[in-house]
């Protein structure tokens, strides 16, 4: 066991931060704008105008940003729960000057923001492993699990809210051991910070902040640790929590109560989306019971998904193996609350079904968490090998981590659409691909770059959802590209005419494809786009993991 590195590993894991940070950040460029970044920064832009008014009057709020995106009222925001407070550090950007092409260089800024604060989240998951198993080893197996886990590596260039929320339960847990351990009033203070920031990001923070602070009161019982401070900490701790909270969420200020409910209601069931999720080759609303733990396995690279549920399982039978003052002693405990926290939430999903959206990042929140229970069940399994097994099994990591790396670097930019083997060799078939039209800004390009010509060309989209994140994906072009092409809109049920290229991202393919549907939502099929398209050549295909997932095809 080391459980501290010396001075020339505690450099070899700096140096191996800085190269994530900075390969990270180069490759930042590449990935395009998922469906809703707009409303996200209006919803930042919405908080901004509160504090403005609060600080400088109400006559002095923000309309917009540099870049023309206009910030609505408070009470006219309806993505007002998604409090973005992560962001507040951003919000200068919104303000600055860029000139031409302002609207890809606000997206790069976002989204190399996002990533930062991905790399914190990177950094908190190796201290949390490397004080849960007194070892830092397996603080560098966490890190990179996580950092090369392939969905996860792209989707923590732009996704806003739940990776942002993952990395704050990530440091509420962090500094909830810290409090349990220390008694700090610096940690009890920050423990409350990262629970209002993940609370507000994702209200399941709550729930998490609140499991941490009963762990915190049980385990001062069973240890018989009750003191003065010990209590006065735990008032502490809850009333940071509100007061952060009711700070860091303008929405809450002028009816709490009504707040409050609006963020539960939302949260626990997205029913005013109206769309479908392409699940087993079928079009469903709601999902099955079981769409959350398989979405979980077939995204997972196998050997992780394996150790987490060795994890898993050991967490679950160490509490029956140990007494209680032994349990909580030690480091075990806190495996218990993981196990605890995830599977409470698993099973909220399998048995209320509630409407989601596409793919399980609703539940991403839980990623961090099963990461920090897969190297608890590597540890229990390399503790109980000696000799050449021993060697096998840290092989094997290797050899796993290393394949992470390889798929990142092949498949890259379109890391997002990762599943592995269990999903079958065309996972496009069954399960969605490209729901947020991240690969469109690239393909654009691909496009542009293929066409042997300095002429401007025409792009329309096959469909209006292919067409929104055209529209996004050509507004942050770089200006060489964006000069080069201009966009033939398209209606809602039509193929626009007069145009060179078409795109289509084959969701609505997919969705269309399942025969089981009301007529009236099969109206690609309806409109004849699958016999249209099969007469037209195919200029660009983008495919990744063994599925095309964004087509552009030559008009005649």
């Known amino acids: 066991m080391q459980p501290q590195p010396n001075r020339n590993q505690r450099w070899i894991v700096i140096v191996l931060f800085i190269l994530m940070a900075v390969f990270g950040l180069l490759v930042t460029p590449d990935y395009g704008m998922p469906w809703d970044e707009l409303t996200e920064i209006r919803t930042l832009g919405t908080n901004v105008r509160e504090y403005a008014g609060l600080i400088l009057g109400p006559d002095q709020k923000p309309a917009q940003s540099s870049t023309g995106l206009e910030f609505p009222d408070v009470a006219c925001n309806v993505d007002i729960d998604h409090g973005q407070s992560v962001y507040y550090l951003f919000s200068p950007a919104l303000f600055l000057q860029y000139g031409d092409g302002g609207a890809r260089t606000l997206m790069l800024l976002w989204h190399s923001y996002t990533f930062l604060v991905f790399m914190a989240g990177v950094v908190a998951i190796y201290l949390l492993a490397s004080y849960l198993t007194k070892d830092w080893r397996y603080g560098v197996a966490a890190s990179l699990f996580f950092y090369l886990s392939p969905r996860f590596f792209a989707e923590s260039h732009y996704n806003n809210k739940d990776i942002m929320a993952m990395i704050m339960i990530l440091y509420c847990l962090l500094f909830a051991i810290r409090l349990i351990e220390k008694k700090t009033v610096a940690s009890a203070l920050l423990f409350a910070l990262f629970g209002a920031l993940a609370t507000n990001m994702r209200i399941t923070g709550l729930a998490f902040f609140g499991l941490c602070g009963v762990l915190y009161l049980v385990t001062l019982f069973v240890r018989r640790e009750w003191s003065v401070k010990a209590v006065l900490l735990s008032v502490l701790s809850l009333t940071g929590f509100v007061a952060f909270y009711f700070f860091l969420t303008p929405g809450l200020w002028n009816d709490p109560a009504k707040f409050i409910q609006y963020v539960y209601a939302r949260s626990s069931n997205f029913s005013d989306w109206p769309g479908y999720v392409f699940y087993m080759g079928h079009a469903l609303r709601p999902v099955p019971w079981h769409y959350i733990p398989v979405m979980i396995a077939i995204t997972t690279p196998l050997l992780l998904l394996a150790l987490m549920i060795v994890g898993n399982v050991t967490a679950l039978v160490s509490p029956f193996r140990t007494k209680a003052k032994e349990l909580f002693a030690g480091e075990q405990k806190y495996y218990v609350m993981m196990l605890v926290f995830v599977w409470v939430f698993l099973g909220f999903a399998m048995i209320t079904r509630p409407i989601l959206y596409d793919s399980w990042r609703h539940f991403y929140f839980l990623y961090g968490i099963l990461v920090l229970l897969a190297v608890y069940g590597l540890k229990s399994i390399i503790d109980q090998l000696k000799g050449k097994w021993k060697w096998a099994a840290i092989g094997a990591v290797g050899a796993q981590i290393l394949a992470m790396l390889v798929m990142v670097i092949l498949s890259h930019p379109f890391q997002f659409v990762y599943y592995n083997a269990l999903a079958g060799s065309n996972p496009g078939a069954k399960f969605d691909l490209d729901y947020w039209n991240v690969s469109q800004a690239k393909t654009l390009i691909q496009l542009i770059d293929t066409v042997d010509s300095n002429e401007q060309i025409s792009v329309t989209a096959a469909d209006w959802y292919t067409g929104d994140g055209l529209e996004k994906a050509y507004n942050i072009l770089p200006e060489s590209y964006k000069s080069r092409m201009r966009l033939v809109f398209v209606g ?65």
């Open 492 to 556: 809602q049920y039509t193929i626009a005419r007069g145009a060179d290229y078409l795109m289509i991202n084959p969701r609505g393919l997919q969705i269309c494809s399942d025969k089981t549907l009301d007529p009236r939502q099969q109206w690609i099929l309806a409109y004849g786009l699958d016999v249209y398209l099969s007469g037209l050549n195919k200029v660009v295909s983008e495919k990744a993991f063994g599925s095309e997932f964004m087509t552009v095809y030559q008009m005649p």
